[in-house]
């Protein structure tokens, strides 16, 4: 912890106004409402690939974030996995499956209020944590606190074991996969017989 | 850094990005046509038809801008935009010569620059999608399987070189570079490239645009400069591939007189890879889909992790 926080400075509360902010903390806020609008827009529209598209943006802008605090590794990684993996993942899914063009209305399944419920609970609860964290403390962001150095040796030293247990967690979730998807497939008479014409009729009844 | 000496680099990248592209495309015109026994364009421009490309352009721009009538309008014109501008900033942090030669330093510029480039496929998939054609979307999801698969060999490729170096900065690693790291880094230099050229959907890669297939992929409906924008996105990704390939593998600005020459050294073992990707395209026939995901994940991810433990063992052994 010393190192981070002798590089990053004191977390005492704030000899400083928040009334007079610099064009940094502007732009962070600004960033922080077009990443909140896209969340939005990404979770109510009816659109579904729109939707994905709207994640981007999102995502994007938390790693826009990222980059004002400083921690230019953290963002980077934040693109590459989110942007370039997960987003890719969720869209090649939505377009193996189903994404038409237009509204899908028939994909809203009415969970809505529970949905709302859930997220609300949760970013009240991530809300009340960091405000309770950081209460009114600065942090100096002029020094080396995001350097890629510093975020590594800090990643490896203080918290090696819930890297080392998120990478477990990653296992079991690779593991569980393989199962799921090996389960269906094992059966012989999922491949279709030689001769035999397959039409709509048939295909209903393996339903 | 003043204000002036932005401005400067970066509108040197911009008409880096604007002609080198260009370059590639006219070598491949020509380089094409010597290997197959024709001459290929000779009249544009007068000496060679140097200015054939030139030509292409204007005529791309004449052509008119057509938005398929089920298309989503939005996504299909934004498309060309995020498969170019990856690609475009990707160029900006790539280290040239000596002493600060270089767009912009980035710390950890092997992940900018790998993320950065894994944004441009979005821009094929948007395309692809947004087409409302079914060939666009079959050439979308083959742009995207490839992606996912080729995108791990190539960061464990680049992870070995990090690793070599001690360093994820670009100019940082150029400068840890010794000759020896060439026969050493061999492997994930080949895994790299490959993947890299995977990535960028060259032939022998080129399913996703299989013409004899899928007529071109996500890039069917699209006509005029939209489509011009799409190619420039390819033959731009071509420059920086070959670019990454060299500062990484190659040794970047690394020759005789390198203190007064090292920009050229840095042109010349980008264009001798990119006349290597021209090359591969000339001599492969097009792998079926599923010799390019066994490819992936039966050779190329063995070799990078067989490369990462390669250069773990000798760095632990000279150092």
């Keep these: 912890m010393s190192t981070l926080l002798a590089a990053a400075g004191s977390l005492e509360p704030a000899a400083r106004s928040y009334l ?9 806020l600004l960033v922080g409402a077009l990443v909140l609008g896209a969340a939005v827009v990404s979770v109510t529209t009816r659109q579904l690939v729109h939707a994905a598209l709207w994640l981007v943006v999102a995502l994007g802008g938390l790693a826009v974030e990222f980059l004002l605090l400083t921690a230019e590794f953290v963002a980077w990684v934040q693109v590459l996995v989110y942007l370039g993996s997960v987003v890719v993942l969720v869209l090649f899914g ?7 063009i237009g509204r899908s209305p028939e994909a809203d399944s009415g969970n809505r209020p529970a949905a709302l419920a859930v997220g609300a609970a949760s970013a009240a609860t991530l809300v009340t944590l960091v405000v309770d964290a950081f209460r009114s403390s600065w942090i100096d962001l002029s020094g080396a606190a995001g350097t890629t150095r510093l975020t590594g040796e800090y990643l490896f030293s203080h918290w090696v074991l819930p890297f080392e247990a998120l990478s477990v967690l990653l296992l079991a979730a690779l593991v569980g996969a393989i199962v799921l998807s090996r ?17 709509g009729l048939t295909k209903q009844k393996e339903r | 850094m003043n204000l002036l000496d932005t401005l400067l680099r970066c509108v040197g990248t911009l008409v880096a990005f604007l002609v080198l592209p260009l370059v590639v495309g006219q070598a491949e015109h020509k380089v094409m046509a010597h290997m197959q026994g024709r001459l290929g364009p000779m009249y ?3 000496f060679h038809g140097w200015a054939q490309l030139v030509a292409d352009g ?3 721009v004449q052509k008119e801008n057509v938005v398929p009538a089920g298309a989503d309008r939005r996504v299909f014109q934004l498309a060309p935009a995020v498969a170019l501008l990856p690609y475009l900033l990707v160029l900006l942090v790539i280290p040239v010569g000596p002493d600060g030669m270089v767009g912009q330093v980035v710390d950890a510029g092997i992940f900018f620059v790998l993320a950065v480039m894994g944004i441009g496929v979005l821009g094929s998939l948007m395309a692809g999608w947004a087409s409302a054609n079914k060939f666009s979307l079959l050439g979308a ?5 490839q992606l996912m698969s080729y995108e791990l060999p190539m960061l464990l490729a680049a992870a070995s070189v990090a690793m070599a170096a001690g360093t994820v900065s670009l100019p940082g690693i150029v400068d840890a570079f010794h000759w020896w790291w060439v026969p050493w880094q061999l492997i994930g230099a080949f895994v790299f490239f490959t993947a890299g050229l995977a990535e960028l959907q060259r032939p022998p890669f080129d399913m996703p645009v299989a013409d004899s297939e899928i007529i071109f992929g996500a890039y069917t409906e699209y006509t005029g400069l939209r489509f011009a924008l799409f190619l420039l996105s390819e033959y731009a990704g071509i420059v920086v591939l070959c670019g990454l390939t060299t500062v990484l593998f190659l040794g970047g600005w690394h020759g005789p007189f390198e203190d007064g020459l090292g920009w050229l050294w840095t042109l010349v073992k980008t264009f001798a890879l990119a006349f290597v990707v021209l090359w591969l395209r ?11 995901m066994r490819f992936a994940w039966t ?3 063995p070799l990078a992790l067989a490369q990462l433990a390669l250069t773990g063992i000798i760095k632990v052994a000279i150092s």
């Design chain 1, 20 to 28: 007079s902010p610099t064009g940094q903390e502007i732009v962070f």
């Design chain 1, 94 to 100: 939505l377009m193996l499956t189903r994404a038409p």
């Design chain 1, 183 to 199: 389960a269906k497939g094992g059966s012989a008479d999922a491949k279709p017989r030689a001769g035999k014409l397959r039409t």
């Design chain 2, 44 to 46: 544009a421009g007068g």
């Design chain 2, 58 to 60: 204007v005529k791309f």
């Design chain 2, 141 to 145: 999801l083959r742009t995207a399987a």
């Design chain 2, 282 to 292: 000339v001599t492969y026939p097009r792998l079926r889909e599923d010799q390019l």
């Design chain 2, 299 to 301: 050779v190329l991810i």
